[in-house]
């Protein structure tokens, strides 16, 4: 499974970026897919995570201001950030896991800065 991230950039406080995390192969809508942030300095950490039943977990930070979806027919995962703040600058990667499987993305960089 290769993931490829995308939709990141340069935002406002208080503006909106959709992610989105595009998989190759079929088994995709087995896996639970997560969002990682890593900020200068920073280990990388959860920001938001959906089932493959479609269950989903948030950090807090994140609670109310993002939202994770998928579409398994299109093998994509979506992250909607909504009222960006200074603190959710990073680079953003997606996760693919299952069982014993473990795939990585490249990251995309969201910047938030007036």
């Known amino acids: 499974v290769q993931l490829v991230e995308s939709g990141g950039g340069l935002v406002q406080p208080g503006g909106s970026l959709r992610l989105s995390c595009a998989a190759s192969?079929?088994?995709?809508?087995?896996?639970?897919v997560g969002w990682y942030r890593q900020a200068p300095g920073s280990q990388r950490a959860l920001v938001a995570a959906?089932?493959?039943?479609?269950?989903?977990n948030y950090a807090d930070s994140v609670k109310g201001r993002f939202t994770i979806s998928r579409d398994n027919a299109k093998s994509t995962v979506y992250l909607q950030m909504n009222s960006l703040e200074i603190e959710d600058a990073g680079v953003y990667y997606c996760?693919?896991?299952?069982?014993?499987?473990?795939?990585w993305g490249q990251g995309t960089r969201v910047t938030v800065s007036s």
């Open positions: 996760r693919a896991y299952a069982d014993l499987l473990n795939y």
């Open positions: 192969g079929s088994i995709f809508s087995a896996f639970t």
């Open positions: 959906i089932t493959r039943d479609g269950n989903t």
